[in-house]
């Protein structure tokens, strides 16, 4: 979910960052060339890279959502958390946008910056305030399922006393559809 939530970044250093002419008419490029076009373009190669890793992911989180469910439960209190992805957004991807990325001392510490990132991302549980989630539709709640208070990850707008069915993503945090009905 992490390397999912970074797509945007990887699609602006890409823009930022790619170096290729542009030359309608011309012959097609050789091997040589080619080679000397790939190594001025390190950075959005590996962009594209993690886009298509992201892709997977994706594709990986859909395919985890339609899943088995556990439920159904009765929501007692629910709170958007609709502002996690803009503080991610603003805290993390736009600010890494501005990192120069000119050589390879550069480079290193931008990773090593992700990783940190990334780690304290994961290990704070705050996978789910992901801006990638947002543009394709979630939306992220807190909410209280008994005496339990959850996040929910969730395609339909969830309020106080609907009954959903879950899927487990963490410990406290799950994918949630609204139930068709309750036992």
């Known amino acids: 979910m992490y390397i999912l939530s970074l797509w945007l970044l990887f699609l602006l250093i890409f823009v930022n960052k790619v170096d290729v002419p542009i030359c309608l008419g011309c012959k097609v490029a050789s091997k040589d060339e080619l080679l000397s076009i790939a190594k001025l373009n390190i950075m959005p190669i590996i962009c594209v890279t ?8 994706h594709l990986w989180f859909k395919y985890l959502i339609n899943g088995a469910k556990t439920g159904p439960y009765r929501l007692t209190s629910v709170e958007s958390k609709g502002s996690e992805h803009l503080v991610f957004l603003a805290t993390y991807v736009i600010p890494l946008v501005g990192f120069s990325l000119e050589n390879s001392r550069q480079i290193i510490n931008f990773g090593i910056t992700l990783g940190i990132i990334g780690a304290i991302y994961v290990r704070t549980n705050l996978f ?14 807190e909410a209280n399922i008994g005496d339990d208070r959850v996040i929910l990850i969730s395609k339909q707008e969830l309020d106080d006393n609907d009954i959903i069915n879950c899927i487990t993503l963490d410990r406290k945090t799950f994918f949630a559809k609204k139930s068709l009905r309750i036992n």
């Not at 993690?50 to 992911?57: A, D, E, G, P, V």
């Open 50 to 57: 993690l886009l298509i890793i992201s892709s997977f992911f």
């Open 128 to 141: 789910y305030a992901n801006p990638t989630l947002s543009l394709l539709g979630f939306r992220v709640y």
